[in-house]
């Protein structure tokens, strides 16, 4: 009961953050649309942040743009999404535009030499994820202009939350012999007419759910994808055939490992919580981990599973159960059984980076009522500062996870979304 009660303060408190004063210099953010994701994502985070402002939104309807300003307290309206890019007074841009319009859109934003929150998954497709993400001429790490450089994320903000940091410190990537992590998006959420079944501006469920799924694989196995092996595809009954609706995806892994994925824009009630579940191989543990005494001549091994429920959203709540089956073997194999195995579980959570224990997160600023996205924004403005972020999504991440959303593509004999020839 006393459980209940502190998720649901906990949940209305993430909803309703206090406002704190702004710093003398803060960071000026300008949205370009008028998106569903913004007050979540960007609006209220800001609220808690002394050196953020949202001063800025335009849309392509300027009457909506005034409505949303009004309602999110959003001081100024530009005309136009490039008007946003012009103002001098703006240093961050904040882009929620659907996903076929991100790669125009953060390229222009990033030429004004404005630093870039880019939704995810960042890009329609790996050509333009390479493009913006690891361009051929970066400035030389000595070079004056280096530090200026303006910041680019992509919004993966689930990795950004203390316990995506403490079930991957539970995670041994090399040893990974198998993880699926799954994601569902319940059935009267998106119409057939939403941005996520429009092919040209990136729509499918794959773009959609597969980007955290994709992301969370990369992480779990410390790498892309040698290969997807299978993927089925459904698409919805109303909407274009080249969006999928429903995905499932099998890789292989560099270290033979299996990953895969699965995700629903349509799915029905029972299946509500994102989940993942990781699989390891045995490895040989120290025995004083294991909390065992033993002989010489014998080793300890441990077998790892670990699921993490609800690794989208953690904010709300969320549960990680790590299994651990011991043995005690001979090194030099016999035939004869282990002389001793148990089970060992432990289910864990963490809201804060004190609760979540890891070494050099420990004195990370967080409330237990942080969302993902103000955990996320916290970094992004460390990064600007030039300060530490042990939470990062480097370009070479998003580039990642748009090979997997491709293979995937490919594999189920889609085409992949399009490349944008919008002249930057
Ligand atoms: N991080 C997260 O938790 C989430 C992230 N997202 C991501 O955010 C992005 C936006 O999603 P969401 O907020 O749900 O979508 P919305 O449809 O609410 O917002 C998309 C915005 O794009 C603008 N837009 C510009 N051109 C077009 C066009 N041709 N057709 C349609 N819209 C256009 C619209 O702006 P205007 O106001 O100018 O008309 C609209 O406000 C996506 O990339 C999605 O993947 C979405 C949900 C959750
Ligand atoms: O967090 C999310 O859940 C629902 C999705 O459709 C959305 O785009 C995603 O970011």
Redesign the pocket.
């Known amino acids: 009961m006393a459980a209940l009660f502190g998720a649901a303060h906990r949940n209305w408190l993430l909803s309703h953050p206090s406002t704190v004063p702004k710093s003398s210099k803060p960071l000026v953010f300008g949205i370009?649309?008028?998106?569903?994701?913004?007050p979540?994502?960007i609006i209220l985070p800001a609220k808690s942040h002394e050196d953020v402002i949202i001063q800025t939104v335009?849309?392509?309807?300027p009457a909506?743009?005034t409505m949303?300003a009004r309602k999110y307290g959003i001081q100024h309206v530009a005309k136009t999404?490039q008007d946003v890019l012009d103002d001098p007074n703006i240093n961050c841009v904040y882009i929620?535009?659907?996903?076929g319009?991100?790669y125009v859109w953060a390229q222009r934003a990033l030429k004004a030499g404005k630093h870039v929150l880019l939704?995810?998954?960042s890009v329609n497709n790996s050509t333009e994820a390479e493009r913006l993400f690891l361009p051929p001429t970066p400035a030389p790490p000595s070079s004056p202009s280096a530090s200026t450089q303006p910041v680019l994320l992509e919004?993966v903000?689930s990795l950004f939350h203390p316990a995506w940091a403490l079930f991957m410190s539970h995670v041994t990537p090399s040893a990974v012999a198998s993880a699926k992590s799954s994601l569902w998006v319940p059935r009267w959420f998106f119409g057939p007419d939403?941005?996520?079944y429009?092919f040209e501006?990136?729509g499918g469920a794959l773009?959609?759910l597969g980007?955290y799924t994709a992301s969370a694989l990369t992480r779990i196995f410390g790498s892309v994808a040698e290969e997807c092996v299978d993927c089925e595809t459904v698409p919805h009954a109303e909407a274009d055939p080249r969006c999928d609706r429903r995905f499932r995806a099998r890789y292989r892994f560099p270290n033979g490992g299996v990953g895969e994925m699965e995700g629903d824009l349509k799915a029905p009630l029972l299946k509500l919580a994102p989940e993942i579940y990781v699989m390891h191989k045995p490895i040989v543990v120290d025995s004083a981990e294991a909390g065992v005494e033993i002989k010489e001549g014998e080793r300890v091994l441990r077998t790892r599973e670990i699921h993490f429920v609800n690794f989208?959203q953690p904010s709300l709540v969320h549960s990680i159960t790590v299994s651990d089956q011991f043995s005690v073997q001979e090194i030099v194999s016999t035939g004869i059984p282990p002389r001793k195995s148990w089970k060992k579980t432990k289910t864990l959570k963490a809201y804060t980076w004190r609760e979540a224990g890891i070494s050099g997160s420990k004195t990370q600023p967080g409330e237990p009522h942080w969302s993902?996205?103000r955990y996320q924004l916290e970094q992004f403005v460390n990064k600007i500062h030039g300060r530490d972020t042990p939470q990062w999504v480097e370009g070479k991440d998003s580039v990642d996870t748009m090979r997997m959303i491709d293979m995937a593509y490919t594999r189920a004999k889609l085409p992949l979304r399009p490349t944008s020839e919008e002249p930057l």
């Open positions: 370009l649309g008028a998106a569903d994701i913004g979540p994502a335009a849309a392509r309807d909506k743009a949303y999404y929620p535009l659907p996903n319009l991100h939704e995810k998954p919004a903000h939403n941005i996520r429009n501006l990136g773009m959609d980007s989208v993902t996205y």
